[in-house]
């Protein structure tokens, strides 16, 4: 089967000092809402620039829809139409005056006519909830607002993969429920997304599969439940085990016959999992 994403024995440093990602493996076959997950400086951000072509590595090779990245102009200019990737600080991405001209520079870069151009703009800002900001000047913004026209950038080039790097990082409460819904609805639109954060509550709440890095490597990979209640892997990779995922845990260590009981992925499905507690016959007395 042909990969989304694959890293093949990936190493990369930025200097001779130490190696960023070392001898990293990493396949993904099928369209998912993906977390990688990390502490701080284990190699989350330089991993994502090498899946986008912009650091290329030292040693090994990475694939795109089953192709090896092709570093040329041309080969990367194809690349960013499949893999979007938004920046940890939206500062990085964002140059345009305004925030229509920002959005519109990718599309007119691919040589769409301007009314194209302003069709596709007009809609991605609409899909964001900015539309209200479009002749904003960027630096204005707040941070909640550039990242989601920093979003708006790279949604409005439909690429297939979308690498965000910690996208909630400084978000309010409702604006991490706003931007956790639109990933959802692009995910539901058949587009494979891949986020960093060190946040695993909240990648065991949204994602479906887990990376994680440990000082550049992969400490451990698989279904979002999985890597999760791999308490060891977590602790070593200087990471809290999800708050549902602990109180769910300690749960089962005093009723023993929930042990075979998947483990609650939301707070309904805890109260639920806590109803069933209360009910186990062996402990109705
Ligand atoms: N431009 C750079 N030049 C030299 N070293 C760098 C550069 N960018 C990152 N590094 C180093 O590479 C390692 C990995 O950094 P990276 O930014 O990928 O980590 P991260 O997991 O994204 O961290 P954070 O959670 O703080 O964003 C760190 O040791 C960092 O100091
Ligand atoms: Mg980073």
């Not at 090498?50 to 690349?79: A, C």
């Not at 909240?202 to 990376?211: D, F, G, M, R």
């Not at 260590?253 to 805890?270: K, Y």
Request: glycine fraction near 8%.
């Amino acid at each position: 089967m042909r990969s989304i994403l694959e890293a093949r024995d990936v190493s990369f440093a930025y200097g001779p000092a130490a190696w960023a990602i070392c001898a990293l493996n990493l396949r993904l076959e099928t369209p998912q809402r993906v977390c990688l997950l990390g502490a701080n400086g284990v190699g989350k951000s330089t991993l994502l620039l090498l899946l986008n072509g912009t650091l290329r590595p030292q040693k090994g090779e990475l694939l795109v829809l089953g192709e090896p990245i092709d570093y040329s102009r041309k080969g990367l200019h194809r690349l960013r139409r499949e893999v979007g990737m938004v920046l940890q600080d939206p500062d990085d991405q964002l140059f345009g005056a305004t925030v229509e001209q920002d959005v519109a520079f990718g599309p007119l870069n691919n040589g769409l006519s301007s009314s194209e151009v302003r069709t596709q703009v007009g809609e991605t800002l609409a899909r964001l909830g900015v539309s209200h900001l479009a002749q904003r000047p960027i630096h204005e913004l707040s941070l909640g607002e550039k990242k989601r026209v920093a979003l708006a950038g790279i949604l409005v080039l439909r690429p297939r993969i979308i690498l965000l790097d910690e996208p909630t990082a400084g978000l309010d409460f409702a604006g991490v429920s706003a931007m956790l819904d639109l990933l959802n609805e692009l995910h539901q639109a058949g587009t494979t997304l891949l986020i960093s954060t060190h946040d695993t509550d909240l990648a065991y709440a949204w994602a479906q599969e887990a990376w994680l890095l440990g000082d550049g490597r992969v400490a451990a990979q698989g279904p979002v439940a999985e890597v999760m209640m791999d308490r060891a892997a977590l602790r070593r990779a200087h990471l809290k085990v999800p708050s549902i995922v602990e109180f769910a845990l300690s749960l089962r260590e005093v009723f023993p016959e929930l042990r075979d009981r998947p483990l609650p992925a939301t707070q309904e499905a805890l109260a639920e999992f806590l109803q069933r507690c209360c009910q186990e016959p062996s402990h109705a007395a």
